[in-house]
């Protein structure tokens, strides 16, 4: 009945988890969802009050289909701003959200017979994005010790002539992980050298804690860099949809023709918010990251009491990706957890806690939880989770 292409496609596990807990609150039970990949903040008040300056001035008509030429200017100012980055507007094209923006470029670049890097653990769309358009997403292994940078042999050996591509996504999700200095050089002298695009996901890139992020693309001038930045995680607009690249020229008009053909231009209202949030006030970016920050710290000490857990200090995003390795072959009430969806499962059945197994992000040792969430209710989820890992036996 389908196209071969949608057989190639997973459902989303990050969607799933999230319907489920709509599930579970249809039933009346009190969910604790740390699944979500989304700020828990609303939307601060001067970017919607661009949105109802917008609707009540009747800017609700098609834009270009790159996007209006005032929000290029805006993605510009911020990328010089943020990211010490030089682009004219003929580099921009905004998306319905940076996960549009990475399936369009895949749809412009890939095809069958191509290969495309990508590192585990992996933001779940990675694979599907690469999948869809006949070529080969190939596996990179990762550091769990360093933030989950390359392993650099592991890469070596998987660079074929059939590479054309390699995304990275550093702050990471599902980890939280940033690369170091040296680990961003490095990848970008390797597509350098064996003539790769390099996809760089920023969407967590005002979320960095120990350090000041730099964008992949500040490190050299090579043209094939392409990078991916959103509204989403750093203005809580997950559900406003817009996302932008910056890349070459000749790479925003393909892109540009696949998205005239598919949604032929960003919502309008969302792109007048987004020109607030990225040249307005940046106070409550600064507000949420502190929050973020302390949650982070909180939740890896609480892990880390825990038997049988062990969980890194991410540098950024708001996930955290304990090692659940020590609890496999345990059971609760005559259930084996012999992975970690068995381990996910069960806190859902036991407690209500939605988490997502590291399966769905390409390892077997780990879950992924959010920490978008408050205080009280992160305090609450870790302290069942410990009772629930302290009666594994």
């Known amino acids: 009945m389908y196209a071969k292409r949608i057989h190639r496609i997973q459902p989303s596990a990050t969607l799933e988890m999230t319907a489920k807990a709509a599930e579970l609150r249809s039933q009346g ?32 008509k098609y834009t270009p289909g790159l996007g209006m030429m005032e929000l290029r200017v805006a993605v510009c100012e911020k990328l010089k701003r943020d990211n010490n ?20 470029a895949c749809q412009t670049l890939f095809e069958k017979n191509d290969e495309v890097i990508i590192f585990t653990p992996y933001w779940v769309s990675f694979p599907d994005f690469i999948s869809v358009t006949g070529a080969t997403p190939v596996i990179v292994q990762t550091d769990p010790t ?13 660079i074929t002539n059939n590479t054309k591509g390699i995304i990275i996504n550093s702050p990471s999700n599902p980890t ?9 050089k490095k990848i ?6 064996h003539n790769l695009w390099l996809f760089s996901d920023e969407c967590y890139e005002q979320l960095v804690y120990d350090t000041t992020f730099k964008s992949c693309a500040t490190f050299s001038n090579y043209d094939k860099i392409v990078t991916f930045q959103s509204c989403s995680k750093t203005y809580a607009m997950t559900g406003w949809r817009i996302g932008y690249i910056a890349g070459r020229e000749d790479l925003v008009k393909g892109m540009s023709r696949l998205q005239g053909q598919s949604t032929s231009c960003p919502n309008s209202i969302a792109q007048y918010a987004a020109i607030e949030a990225l040249i307005g006030s940046q106070n409550q970016v600064q507000i949420m990251k502190s929050a973020f920050q302390k949650r982070r710290d909180f939740v890896v000490k609480k892990l ?12 950024g995003a708001f996930y955290v990706f304990p090692n659940i390795s020590q609890l496999l072959n345990k059971q609760f009430n005559n259930t084996k957890i012999n992975t970690p969806n068995d381990l996910s499962m069960g806190l859902v059945n036991e407690y209500s806690i939605i988490t997502v197994s590291g399966e769905s992000f390409g390892s077997d040792n780990n879950i992924r939880l959010s920490y978008a969430a408050s205080d009280t209710i992160l305090e609450d989820a870790l302290n069942k989770i410990k009772l629930f890992i302290n009666n594994l036996i």
């Open 85 to 104: 980055l030089n682009y004219s507007p003929d580099n921009i094209i905004v998306s319905c959200g940076g996960k549009h923006s990475l399936y369009n």
């Open 29 to 60: 039970k009190d969910v604790i969802n740390l699944s979500v990949g989304e700020p828990d903040f609303p939307t601060p008040k001067n970017i919607c009050d661009a949105a109802i300056y917008a609707m009540e001035n009747g800017y609700t």
């Open 176 to 184: 939280g992980g940033v690369w170091r200095d040296n680990a961003m």
């Open 146 to 158: 360093q933030q989950y940078e390359p392993d650099f042999d592991d890469l070596k050996k998987k």
């Open 188 to 193: 970008i002298e390797m597509a350098q050298t």
């Open 304 to 315: 880390n009491e825990i038997d049988g857990v062990n969980c890194n200090l991410p540098g």
